[in-house]
């Protein structure tokens, strides 16, 4: 059974850091890449950087040299450490599957998600 638990949210004021965690159960864990999304109310939900098992990483432009993702193998987690945060990345962070996410249709479970406020 997957279950993501997101944490790490908070408000900061522009310029500032926040680190996200995600806690992921075995099985979705297990699964090659995992990724960081977030979404605005009433828009798309986006994906912002994803990591392979093997820790290799790709960004969105948005926040390329920003944000950098990670992830604990042998603690099921994955981490998005955010810097230089903008008011633009207000949002519900998410993390989750994306190969599966792309692949499986009947797939779309999605964790609590983690809120990130930030002021100017």
């Known amino acids: 059974q997957v279950h993501l638990v997101e944490s790490g949210g908070g408000s900061v004021q522009s310029g500032g850091s926040l680190r996200l965690s995600c806690a992921a159960s075995?099985?979705?864990?297990?699964?090659?890449?995992m990724a960081w999304y977030r979404q605005v109310q009433g828009k798309q939900r986006e994906l912002l950087a994803a990591?392979?098992?093997?820790?290799?990483?790709r960004y969105a432009d948005s926040v390329k040299g920003r944000f950098t993702i990670s992830r604990d193998n042998a603690k099921n987690t994955v981490y998005l450490q955010m810097n230089s945060l903008k008011p633009e990345d207000t949002a519900v962070y998410y993390c989750?599957?994306?190969?599966?996410?792309?692949?499986?249709?009947?797939?779309?479970?999605w964790g609590q998600g983690t809120q990130v406020t930030v002021s100017s």
């Open positions: 989750n599957d994306p190969i599966r996410l792309a692949r499986d249709p009947e797939y779309d479970y």
């Open positions: 075995g099985t979705i864990f297990s699964a090659n890449a």
């Open positions: 990591i392979t098992r093997d820790e290799n990483t």
